[in-house]
């Protein structure tokens, strides 16, 4: 070990050997600079999504859809032009048409092309994505800026536009304002199911990683409730006037659908899916969704029948949504085609510090710090919880890993079931799922890397750090890790070995500093592991894990959209139950909803068939154990040089600026950080002072 500079000493570890017969890193990362093609692609895809965005405007816009549009595509539905009546013949499928070319091709397109290009530049879109402007205190992101700025524009434009449009009618202003605020309602609608699914390519051109896009699905959410809240509350006002509200809110058995009951089933659907929207919103404050989240999550189903009794309400809601519908489905499947079978364990171990480590076979690639999501059924059902990996498969080809802190209820009971099964002498059974938003990469403009881990969030720096020891072997790296107390870093003895082992192969320098911030606590003596668990038995065989083909992925798409159309429009033109009877408009319109879903599910087939493809070299199974190499803890203390303080961060950035500015010219360094926001918030500070430290940190908001 050697120091450097006075005032922050730095382990280091170096040698001048190189590595050879690994993967190579263009499978995993895509670092080098964006072709042509895949450049002008992605901004296709961007161009697609900020046109449907912008294209329901358009709706309420009479010079373009009702003066022209609707005009001109009269007569591909058998429109009579002479016939002036809302619900003439053929009038049905003009909005449809609209949302079609407007909503839905548009949506296929870019999804189509933004997977190909996947496939082949496994990455973020732009880099610039992923900034987070330091005036606005690097809350957000330019990625979220955009989506948000778009939305809140597109409300104000939606609005003004619906209430311009109801006034030329002569309606009421009650009834104008009730009707444009329900359309503000219905556009954020639209959106709202994209944030809330793990593989929606809208977040993830975006860069938007789905811990914070769900935040934007909650937002979206209460929007859109309020904005029906409002809706409801401006015609409640507008019946009392007339005194008429009983006839106009409460359903009537005694009249006939077809006239005068009408409106007021009308009425009562919109009543029914507002009280499930209601009981929804209510149910997703932050403290019952982390308390009682299996309630949540029960709950939240109530938006099947909140989207039936909406449709029921507003036949025209189904027209706005198809695609986003068919979307949400197609991202469903996606997760649900890989979930099918649990992944084959390589080893699942209990650690000392009640830190569980999973490493799982896997037959697909990934990034180092991408975000896997866990579900272990005998600890619950319904439960996924999002880790970040640890590993490279650069590393460890065939391998990834996740190490897991007891903080929790669900965490806690992983930990005791893994030492069950590992008693047992079982493996545990565990279902994963991932291929969503990768990290941002590391720019090879960076001079040197600096990793600052905090506790347990050191884990996704783990992986980086590995895959960049192999990618950039000449790179100069540090690591500069704040635990509590030393048993945290002490159980990480194995991964510690293998970087040591690495750096013997490494011809850059390996900078490896630990800080113990607490007094030494004792090691944690082991535990009784909680009852009740039932040993693995599970009738499916485990596999590695591995994404759907991009050409699975594709298809599936495709099918969902062609037979949820197919069908919604065999249903719909023509009116075929209205046509019978009448009175059958429930009948109709819920057979509309039952047509776009169940046709959408029949592209299910294509991912269940044959969901695991691929093949991949697996690392040795005979790998050593996380703590084969463990030491004393005075021995770790003096090997690692580990410091019982908290680090001086002005002190740090100085030390580290001071010595990549001698005698060559300035290059920008990487700092990237994961751990407590205080960690983050005081090495932002420190690093603010010099132009040469570019950050960036890793989080998850829930």
């Known amino acids: ?76 539905f058998n429109v009579n032009p002479k016939n002036t009546a809302r619900n003439a013949p053929g009038k049905e499928m003009l909005p449809v048409a609209y949302f079609f070319f407007c909503g839905a091709l548009p949506i296929f397109v870019a999804a189509v092309a933004y997977n190909l290009v996947k496939s082949r530049y496994r990455g973020p879109t732009f880099n610039w ?66 944030p809330a699914t793990r593989h929606s390519f809208w977040m ?17 959410g209460f929007v859109t409730i309020t904005s029906f809240l409002a809706h409801f509350v401006f015609y409640f006002v507008l019946f009392a006037q007339k005194n008429i509200l009983a006839a106009a809110l409460l359903p009537c058995f005694s009249c006939n659908l077809a006239t005068d009951g009408k409106s007021a089933w009308v009425n009562v659907f919109g009543e029914l899916s507002l009280l499930c929207m209601l009981i929804m919103g209510l149910t997703s404050v932050s403290f019952i969704r982390r308390r009682y989240y299996s309630t949540f999550k029960a709950v939240h189903f109530l938006f099947i029948p909140a989207m039936i009794f909406a449709v029921m309400h507003f036949n025209e809601i189904l027209i706005w949504v198809y ?150 072997p000449n790179q100069d790296i540090y690591l500069i890790w704040h635990v509590k107390h030393l048993e945290m870093a002490m159980q990480f003895q194995g991964w510690l070995k293998e970087v040591e082992d690495l750096a013997e192969n490494y011809t850059g320098t390996m900078h490896l500093h630990i800080h113990v ?74 057979m509309e909803f039952v047509s776009v879903v169940v046709g959408a599910y029949l592209a299910y087939g294509i991912g269940i068939s044959h969901p695991y493809e691929g093949s991949y070299a697996f690392a040795d199974d005979e790998r050593p154990q996380t703590n084969s190499h463990a030491m004393p803890r005075d021995v770790f203390v003096e090997h690692y040089g580990v410091k019982f303080e908290r680090a001086d961060w002005d002190q740090v950035f100085q030390n580290i600026a001071a010595e990549k500015l001698i005698g060559s010219t300035p290059k920008s360094i990487g700092v990237y950080i994961s751990g407590p926001k205080a960690l983050g918030a005081s090495v932002a500070r420190a690093a603010a002072c010099y132009s040469l430290f570019d950050l960036h940190e890793e989080e998850f908001d829930m």
Request: proline residues 7%; aromatic residues 14%.
């Open 517 to 590: 911030t607490q007094k030494h606590k004792g090691l944690t003596m082991p535990e009784d592991p909680k009852d009740g668990f039932e040993l693995p038995q599970s009738t499916v065989k485990p596999r590695p894990y591995a994404h759907i083909s991009t050409m699975r992925k594709v298809l599936m798409l495709f099918f969902a959209f062609f037979c949820s159309g197919t069908l919604w429009v065999y249903v719909r033109y023509g009116q075929k139950f209205i046509t019978l009877d009448p009175a059958y408009w429930p009948l109709q319109y819920f």
């Open 204 to 220: 993830e051109w975006l860069s938007i990683p789905w811990g914070r896009a769900v935040k934007y699905h909650r937002w979206l």
């Open 323 to 472: 695609a986003s519908m068919v979307l949400y489905i197609v991202n469903r499947m996606y997760s649900g085609s890989t979930t099918m079978n649990p992944v084959a364990i390589h080893q699942a171990v209990a650690l000392a510090d009640h830190v569980t480590q999973l490493t799982v076979k896997c037959s697909t690639t990934y990034l180092p710090g991408d975000v896997v999501y866990v579900k272990v059924p005998a600890v619950s059902k319904i439960q996924w919880h999002p880790f970040s990996i640890a590993s490279t498969p650069l590393h460890t080809p065939g391998l990834l890993t996740v190490y897991i802190k007891a903080l929790g209820t669900w965490t806690t009971d992983l930990y005791d079931y893994v030492k069950v099964c590992n008693s047992a002498n079982v493996d545990p059974i565990v279902y994963f799922d991932t291929g969503y938003t990768p990290p941002p990469p590391m720019s090879s403009k960076y001079n040197s890397v600096i990793f600052v881990g905090g506790g347990i969030g050191v884990t996704p720096l783990m992986g980086q750090l590995m895959h960049l020891m192999h990618a950039r």
């Open 129 to 194: 994505l992923h900034i987070k402007p330091l005036m606005l205190w690097r809350l957000v992101s330019i990625g979220e800026i955009i989506f948000l700025t778009i939305l809140l524009a597109g409300n104000v434009v939606v609005f003004y536009q619906a209430i311009l449009l109801q006034i030329s009618f002569k309606k009421p202003m009650l009834t104008c304002a009730a009707n444009a605020v329900a359309f503000s309602g219905l556009y954020n609608m639209v959106f709202l199911a994209l």
């Open 1 to 76: 070990m050697q120091s450097s500079r006075k005032g922050y000493a730095l382990s280091s570890l170096k040698s001048t050997k190189s590595l050879n017969g690994l993967v190579s890193e263009a499978q995993f990362h895509a670092e080098s600079p964006n072709k042509p093609i895949y450049q002008a692609f992605h901004w296709i895809v961007g161009a697609l999504m900020a046109f449907v965005v912008i294209a329901p405007i358009g709706y309420h816009v009479q010079f373009i859809y009702r003066n022209d549009l609707a005009v001109q595509w009269g007569p591909w």
